[in-house]
């Protein structure tokens, strides 16, 4: 049988990171599958590697914002969406 498991994020680690990205990030939730791409504020995540169904490594890409501002993290899977929050 096939099991759904909705698509969420529940934790980043770490929370806050460089200015200028490039860094590794784990994004830990549930319902992510190898088709999982992470973004931060509408830029892809690259190298994307899905451990299991519950957190995803991804390289945060450069960015030219500054130190202290808070990113939109999403999660897309086909059909599914998940935000996680801004502290």
């Known amino acids: 049988g096939k099991i759904n498991v909705s698509l969420s994020i529940l934790a ?3 929370r806050q990171g460089p200015a ?3 860094f ?3 994004v830990n939730g549930s319902g992510f599958s190898s088709n999982t791409k992470i973004f931060l504020d509408g830029q892809l995540c690259s190298t994307s590697e899905v ?3 519950s957190s995803v490594t991804c390289l ?3 960015s030219t914002r500054p130190i202290d501002t808070n990113v939109d993290v999403v999660a897309i899977d086909g059909l599914y969406t998940s935000t996680f929050p801004s502290p």
């Open 12 to 14: 980043l680690e770490p």
């Open 20 to 22: 200028g990205g490039a």
């Open 24 to 26: 590794l990030l784990l």
């Open 51 to 53: 451990r299991d169904f």
């Open 60 to 62: 945060v890409p450069p």
